[in-house]
């Protein structure tokens, strides 16, 4: 059975264009059905300009949008025809198996809460993004990016927990390695936070805690999932996705120019493609929305189409590799009592 997803088109600062030429990509090369959801005729609109005769994509009219903003709660029950809410409804009403947006994070969140609930015996949400490492061919998911500036240790020890389901499921590792991100190696490190974690993850017999990860061991590939809270570790994603774009920039200058860049460049060009795929953010993705009892990707808001088609490609992985069942499943006989 295809994989369906549905796309939030009018959420995101390149919101319907890129938002649309991503999921025409994505519907033409990934083999999943593609439901764009927003204003029926701004969205034909921007059919028009990828050869709509040969595209098969599916329209759901939704009216408004939760602008940046706006508090996602109030705007949400404001406006319940807005594109995410009524992307997230399908998913409810099992119309889709899963929700892109590259709208406001916290209207996805609270779209994605207030439809779908939550998890037993997860209390709070977690966005988890996959980063790249210096390991050729091995990635690691850290969570929280954003969704929790506010933790308290249990949430951390169940992020370790849905981050290493997911780093076992989907990105094929057998034995997920977790780290507690913080300054320093010791137990004793960090702030109360930290050490109450600490103190939780080593005692967990669920996952296989390795201790404390320095900043400088985040991409070293020593760790499979480093979980911290969300204030921490959106400025961590942030200041990665600089990084990355410092180092295509540089790589572009660098080359030598004329003829001999040219030849070089000719030559090089396999190469030059790998090292954009390993350090550019944009060919990773959004990140998933842990918590929730359905695929929600939350893609950047400066999102072009590039990272919508990774950001598809994401979701179809997580339906595929059924990892939010294997959550609940996980979680449900882990804690059978928790309140849903």
Do not use: W
């Not at 939550?118 to 977690?126: K, N, Q, V």
């Not at 920039?249 to 954009?276: D, H």
């Amino acid at each position: 059975m295809r994989v369906k997803i549905a796309i939030d088109a009018m959420g995101g600062d390149n919101a319907p264009t890129e938002i649309i030429a991503g999921a025409v990509k994505a519907s033409q090369e990934l083999d999943v059905d593609v439901i764009l959801v927003g204003d029926t005729q701004q969205i034909k609109s921007c059919l028009q300009q990828h050869h709509p005769e040969s595209i098969n994509l599916e329209i759901v009219d939704a009216q408004g949008v939760v602008d940046m903003d706006e508090k996602p709660l109030t705007a949400l029950r404001r406006k319940p025809t807005a594109s995410i809410n009524v992307a997230m409804g399908l998913v409810k009403q099992g119309l889709a198996d899963g929700v892109v947006s590259a709208g406001h994070s916290g209207a996805a969140m609270a779209a994605g809460f207030l439809q779908l609930g939550r998890i037993r015996g997860i209390d709070r949400p977690a966005i988890g993004t996959v980063f790249p490492t210096i390991r050729r061919d091995k990635s690691v998911i850290i969570l929280d990016v954003g969704a929790n500036v506010d933790c308290r240790p249990k949430y951390l020890e169940q992020y370790a927990i849905m981050g290493s389901l997911y780093s076992q499921y989907v990105l094929g590792i057998e034995n997920p390695q977790v780290g507690l991100l913080n300054m320093g190696e010791e137990a004793n490190k960090g702030n109360d936070l930290a050490i109450k974690t600490y103190q939780l993850l080593e005692h967990n017999q669920q996952i296989s805690f390795r201790g404390n990860a320095e900043g400088r061991d985040v991409l070293s590939g020593e760790f499979d999932v480093i979980i911290c809270d969300g204030f921490i570790g959106n400025i961590l994603l942030k200041f990665a996705e600089a990084i990355g774009e410092v180092m295509l920039q540089i790589l572009k200058e660098e080359l030598p120019k004329g003829i001999q860049g040219k030849l070089g460049t000719a030559l090089l060009k396999s190469n030059l493609r790998n090292i954009k795929q390993r350090i550019d953010h944009a060919e990773h993705g959004g990140a998933l929305l842990f918590g929730v009892p359905g695929v929600c990707i939350i893609s950047h808001g400066s999102s072009k189409a590039p990272s919508i088609f990774s950001a598809i490609r994401n979701g179809k992985q997580a339906i595929e590799n059924q990892v939010i069942a294997k959550m609940k499943g996980y979680m449900e006989q882990t804690h059978p009592h928790s309140e849903q």
